[in-house]
């Protein structure tokens, strides 16, 4: 199936310009991790899944996490339906979260931990979560010179 032309010019330009990886959330969620002496792996790929890929991966404990953006994966609070082309885009976001159980599955049936997230959830809030699943008996780093806004 292919994709319908843009409804504008103006709606082409801020897709085009979609980040899919390194975005302000992952990498304010990825510095606090390092600055807490976590070690992972970025855009790894999904182990037997081709063409999936984990945004901060930790190989050793078998942790994976997802930091998903609302439009695009179905946020039951801010998502979204486009007017235009509307039957293409229902069919493209709704095997976008076919896809993203299908992946959950597959990496908890290997034995992975898998924590997923929205876009709008505070950077902190989402460094203190992974770090707590690898590190449950050290102390909860400070964030209060993190800042919550990614």
């Given at each position: 199936?292919?994709?319908?032309?843009?409804?504008?010019?103006?709606?082409?330009?801020?897709?085009?310009?979609?980040?899919?990886?390194?975005?302000?959330?992952?990498?304010?969620?990825?510095?606090?991790?390092?600055?807490?002496?976590?070690?992972y792996?970025?855009?790894?790929?999904?182990?037997?899944?081709?063409?999936?890929?984990?945004?901060?991966?930790?190989?050793?404990p078998?942790?994976?996490?997802?930091?998903?953006?609302?439009?695009?994966?179905?946020?039951?609070?801010?998502?979204?339906?486009?007017?235009?082309n509307?039957?293409?885009?229902?069919?493209?976001?709704?095997?976008?979260?076919?896809?993203?159980?299908?992946?959950?599955?597959?990496?908890?049936?290997?034995?992975?931990?898998?924590?997923?997230?929205?876009?709008?959830?505070?950077?902190?809030?989402?460094?203190?979560?992974?770090?707590?699943?690898?590190?449950?008996?050290?102390?909860?780093?400070?964030?209060?010179?993190?800042g919550?806004?990614?």
């Amino acid at each position: 199936m292919s994709s319908p032309a843009a409804s504008s010019p103006s709606v082409a330009a801020r897709m085009s310009r979609q980040a899919s990886r390194d975005t302000a959330q992952e990498l304010a969620v990825r510095r606090l991790l390092f600055r807490w002496g976590l070690r992972y792996r970025v855009n790894a790929k999904v182990p037997g899944l081709p063409r999936r890929t984990v945004d901060i991966l930790f190989p050793g404990p078998k942790v994976a996490v997802f930091l998903d953006g609302c439009f695009w994966h179905g946020c039951p609070e801010h998502a979204t339906s486009p007017k235009s082309n509307a039957e293409w885009w229902r069919g493209k976001l709704d095997r976008n979260v076919s896809r993203d159980l299908d992946t959950t599955r597959h990496l908890a049936e290997d034995g992975w931990t898998v924590l997923r997230f929205w876009e709008h959830e505070p950077p902190a809030a989402i460094a203190r979560t992974v770090y707590t699943r690898l590190r449950p008996d050290g102390p909860v780093p400070d964030t209060a010179d993190a800042g919550d806004a990614p």
